[in-house]
Every structure is written in structure tokens, then in C-alpha cells.
């Protein structure tokens, strides 16, 4: 007993030292397709990353970039995705995604990705960050996620097996070294029933959207406040696992959502109450979004007009902040839908306002979709703006 208390203890000081010790790294999400379902080219990303990288005002140097797939929009499966030249020539860090949802295994996304390094060679491997693989998953297969019609996800046993899948076929390469994850949104995490998943990975990627909690009090006022009941909910139920944010932002345009209302002005609230007071330049930060893409979704997220460098208002932080400091909880918050309280929760479309890659080749389907190809932004179109912005991550294919 003592001595597997003494290794415990032991291996949650290390995991400790790695987390502190690991760069807070400042990124957008870009999915592989344009606002036209188009799919993107090298030029595309690199007039992103460009863009990223020389913003007016910004808190730091926006230099890297979660993709959602390993595999070029409308490609054969084994083609992998051009942002990978496109950071290369840039210098831009990159999250690798994986698409998990609606197959049987990752082994299209594995091929693309092997092929991008033989291609590529030490240039790729060596700015890669990290690799989540699946997104919103957990929420797609949730209660909410089906209450919310948000389509086909995986659960928890199928995501370690293929996290094993992934570190089993890069274990003798220098992606053996790189931290691997998953993305899903906050609920998800703090879900007991998807332990198996915080167990296997090294990150936890986290998907929160106060914009989305509707019956929360989900007024731009209290944003920071409801962002921080659910990042320290996590933060508790991860234990010593590292907490990357890797969505989160606020839509200067599109549907009020209960107190929600999206403007330029509470998009700028919400950059520096959320990400200048609490994530920039503290924890691994991925904002939603850079650029929209997906022609569906009436909330707009970008906070640039054309890839513009002089952003639709300043990032400029600043020194004092109106968002009180919340304590940290000792235990784990549960959702709303699991403990009948008034927890924040993914009920009205939390769980994300992004977009996705694809799993089979094309790179540019929703997240409700078994095969992005052939229903890019079909599902936001048939449903209700109820049903279908809900998980606006999940439904946005190419959102990005």
C-alpha cells in the first residue's frame, strides 16, 4: 500500500513539473474547407497563419493552429492536408486532429498523417504541439449531445482504442514525444463516466462556450463568471492532467441566445474578460475564431473582416478586469442534465461553435456527420436553429 501511494505520488509530481513546463501556446481552430464548402489550399493557410501571426494589439505572437482532420478536403484518403506546407513556410505551431466520429478506425487519418511526414520530414514533426484525436465525440453520444441531435459520435472505450491505434503506429517516430489528447466540451469532462478517456491521454482539450448557456444567466456581464465555474469544474475532475483550451469566443453577429447577444463590443468584453484575464499567455489557448467559414451558421464568431490584421476591435488587455475571482472547487461540478441544478451546461448548444475536419477523406463535413462529404452544413439547414446551433462546434464542418 505504501508503496503504490509513494508511486502515485510520485507520478502526480511529474505530471505536475511536465504541465508547468509545457509552452502557452496562442492559436485559432481552422477546419479544411472555405465559407463556398470549397476546400482550402496551401494559400489559404498560409494567408491565415499570416494573418494570425501579424494581428494588430494582440496579447502575443498568434503562431499556431488546431486542425480538425490529417487529411486534404475532397482528397483520397491517404493525401494529407495542405496546412501542413502552409505552416511549414509560416512557422506555425500545429495541434494535429483527428477525426473520430462516424468511423470504424483512424487508419485513413493515420495514413494521411504518415504520408505527410515522409514527405515532410523533421520540417512537420517539428512543429507539432500536440495531437487531439476525436472532437466532441463524448458530447455527440451524451444525453444532451443526442437530446441535441448533434450526430454520430464515439464513446469512451472507442476513443482509448484509438489513442492506443495512434500511439502504437508513431511509437519509433518523434511523434512518440509529443503529448496526445482529445477535445470535448467541458460537461464532457467532468462526465465520471468518461474517466477512461482522461486517463489515456496527456492533455485534455476543452470546448466552452458561455454564449451558449442559456437559463444560466448567460448575459455578457456574467460570461467571465460562468467560464470560470466550468474551466475549475474540469481543472477538478482532470486531476494532474494538463487543460488546454482549445475553443472558446464570442459571435459579433447572428440569433440572441436567451441573454446572449452577439455584438462587436460584447465579443471584445468577452476577449478580455475570458482570454486576456484568464488564458493568454497562461494556458495552451486555441480562440474561436480567426475567420468564419461555414455559409450555415448564422453566429459569427471572427474576429477579423477578410483576414484583415486590424482585427473588428482591439486586442489590446487590459490592466484591470471587471470578472471577480472565483475559487477554485475541490470537487467535481456535474451538469445541469446529470444533478438537476443550475450548473453551467451544454443544454443550449454549449458545447462548441466550431467546426470540424473529416475522418474519411473529405475533410470538410459537420461534426453530426457520418460522411462529411456529402453533408457539409446539410444538418444546420434541416434543423431548427434550436437544434441545430446547440452544439455549433459539432455542426460546423467547415465552420472554421
Not at 468518461?194 to 448557456?213: C, I, R
Not at 467571465?224 to 483550451?245: H, P, S, T, Y
Request: charge should be negative; include cysteine; proline fraction near 4%.
Amino acid at each position: 500500500m505504501r508503496a503504490t501511494s509513494s508511486f502515485a505520488a510520485a507520478a502526480a509530481v511529474l505530471a505536475a513539473g511536465a504541465s508547468a513546463a509545457s509552452p502557452n501556446y496562442l492559436g485559432f481552430n481552422s477546419g479544411a474547407t472555405l465559407a463556398d464548402r470549397s476546400a482550402k489550399f496551401k494559400k489559404d493557410w498560409v494567408q491565415e497563419f499570416t494573418t494570425a501571426q501579424n494581428l494588430e494589439n494582440a496579447p502575443g505572437k498568434f503562431n499556431a493552429v488546431r486542425l480538425y482532420t490529417n487529411i486534404q478536403a475532397y482528397s483520397e484518403t491517404s493525401e494529407p492536408i495542405e496546412a501542413f506546407e502552409a505552416a511549414i513556410e509560416t512557422d506555425t505551431k500545429i495541434l494535429l486532429g483527428v477525426w473520430a466520429s462516424g468511423v470504424k478506425n483512424i487508419d485513413a487519418e493515420l495514413i494521411a498523417l504518415e504520408n505527410g511526414i515522409k514527405k515532410h520530414g523533421s520540417k512537420l514533426t517539428d512543429l507539432v504541439i500536440g495531437i487531439s484525436i476525436g472532437s466532441e465525440d463524448l458530447y455527440r453520444v451524451s444525453e444532451t449531445g443526442i437530446k441535441n441531435k448533434a450526430g454520430t459520435g464515439t464513446g469512451p472505450n472507442e476513443l482509448v482504442s484509438f489513442i492506443n491505434d495512434f500511439r502504437t503506429k508513431f511509437a519509433n517516430t518523434p511523434l512518440a514525444k509529443v503529448p496526445v489528447g482529445h477535445v470535448d466540451t467541458w460537461d464532457a469532462w467532468v462526465n465520471g463516466s468518461n474517466k477512461a478517456v482522461v486517463d489515456a491521454v496527456d492533455f485534455v482539450g476543452v470546448d466552452e462556450y458561455p454564449y451558449y448557456e442559456n437559463g444560466k444567466g448567460n448575459d455578457i456581464k456574467n460570461s467571465g463568471q460562468l467560464f470560470d465555474r466550468a474551466f475549475n469544474a474540469v481543472k477538478a475532475a482532470i486531476g494532474d492532467k494538463e487543460l488546454w483550451m482549445t475553443e472558446t469566443g464570442w459571435p459579433y453577429i447572428g440569433e440572441t441566445w436567451d441573454q446572449a447577444v452577439p455584438s462587436v463590443e460584447n465579443a471584445q468584453y468577452f476577449w478580455q474578460e475570458v482570454g486576456c484575464r484568464k488564458l493568454f499567455n497562461k494556458v495552451p489557448t486555441f480562440w474561436y475564431n480567426l475567420r468564419d467559414s461555414n455559409p450555415d451558421n448564422t453566429m459569427k464568431f471572427a474576429i477579423t473582416k477578410n483576414l484583415n490584421t486590424k482585427p473588428l476591435f482591439d486586442l489590446t488587455c487590459p490592466t484591470t478586469f471587471q470578472t471577480p475571482e472565483a475559487a477554485e472547487s475541490s470537487g467535481v461540478e456535474k451538469p445541469a442534465s446529470e444533478t438537476g441544478t443550475s450548473a453551467p451546461t451544454a443544454t443550449g448548444g454549449a458545447g462548441s461553435g466550431s467546426g470540424s475536419g473529416s475522418g474519411a477523406g473529405a475533410g470538410t463535413g459537420t461534426g453530426s456527420a457520418t460522411n462529411p462529404t456529402e453533408t457539409s452544413g446539410a444538418s444546420f439547414k434541416t434543423l431548427s436553429l434550436a437544434a441545430a446551433a446547440l452544439p455549433a462546434v459539432a455542426y460546423i464542418a467547415a465552420m472554421l
